[in-house]
Nanobody
Framework: VQLQASGGDLVQSGGSLTLSCTAS??????????MGWYRQAPGKERELVAL???????DYADFVAGRFTISRDNAKDSVALQMNSLKPEDTAVYYC????????????????WGGGTLVTVSS
């Protein structure tokens, strides 16, 4: 199972950006239990940004404060994070995360991470 993230870029403060992530199971069939985004700024720990669950419910970090919206396309096993009103403190590497059940013969559930995409917000 692989997660491919994209969309990171350099943007000015107050600008917008959309991150995308697609899960691919390869030879495995997969069920997405939850997908979302974490971020890690230089010198800081990785932190949750937003998560969307299989039932469509969402969880957002307090610092999002209504600026970001997470959505998912179940048919494509993908999620998108629309980020508005970006601030310099949003600068970080954003990692796609998936809580995924894979099947081939048996089944197993695990956490998967994408390679990260850099978001830089200039002041």
């Amino acid at each position: 199972v692989q997660l491919q993230a994209s969309g990171g870029d350099l943007v000015q403060s107050g600008g917008s950006l959309t991150l995308s992530c697609t899960a691919s199971g390869g030879i495995f069939s997969t069920s997405i239990n939850a997908m979302g985004w974490y971020r890690q700024a230089p010198g800081k720990e990785r932190e949750l940004v937003a998560l969307i669950n299989s039932d469509g419910s969402t969880d957002y970090a307090d610092f999002v404060a209504g600026r970001f919206t997470i959505s998912r396309d179940n048919a494509k096993d993908s999620v998108a994070l629309q980020m508005n009103s970006l601030k310099p403190e949003d600068t970080a590497v954003y990692y796609c995360y998936g809580d995924i059940t894979a099947r081939k013969g048996g089944q197993w559930r695990a956490d998967y991470w994408g390679g990260g995409t850099l978001v830089t917000v200039s002041s």
